[in-house]
């Protein structure tokens, strides 16, 4: 059994009531109940963090290095394109991850076309909403065997 953390960034909490022409009606609570239930199906734990603060992402970053965390799902929402601590503390906890975005990030502003995060993750999955949790997860399953 692995352990594989899913970590949402900023605003991500407002799922299914903001902006839904951009990121979806599905709520961040459904999206983690189905992880949740993939990753049982499969024989893997499955947990969660969503927050607002960068802090908050470093500091789980740096508990998964050390509890066995497996694999990472991340999707930092804002903090994709403006953290390089984040991107410091999964460099130093070496869990592989993939990178998903709800939105294709390519279609929106010129400022999101760029991600800390893409060059070093496995993968990225950008554009697909939230099935983009579902592919992630069928790929870290892959990897895990």
Do not use: W
Request: aromatic share 8%.
């Amino acid at each position: 059994m692995a352990k594989i953390l899913a970590l949402h960034g900023p605003n991500l909490n407002l799922l299914g009531e903001r902006e839904p022409h951009i990121y979806g009606s599905d709520a961040l609570d459904d999206i983690n109940q189905r992880c949740q239930a993939l990753c049982i199906s499969n024989g893997h734990e499955f947990n969660a963090l969503q927050s607002n603060a960068e802090a908050d992402f470093i500091d789980r970053i740096h508990e998964a290095r050390i509890d066995g965390t497996n694999f990472m799902i991340v999707n930092f929402g804002g903090f994709t394109h403006t953290s390089i601590a984040i991107r410091d503390a999964i460099l130093a906890a070496e869990i592989p991850f993939i990178e998903v975005h709800l939105s294709n990030l390519y279609a929106r502003e010129d400022y999101r076309h760029h991600s800390f995060f893409s060059d070093i993750a496995i993968g990225s999955i950008i554009g697909l909403g939230s099935q983009g949790y579902d592919l992630a997860l069928q790929a870290a399953f892959m990897r895990l065997k």
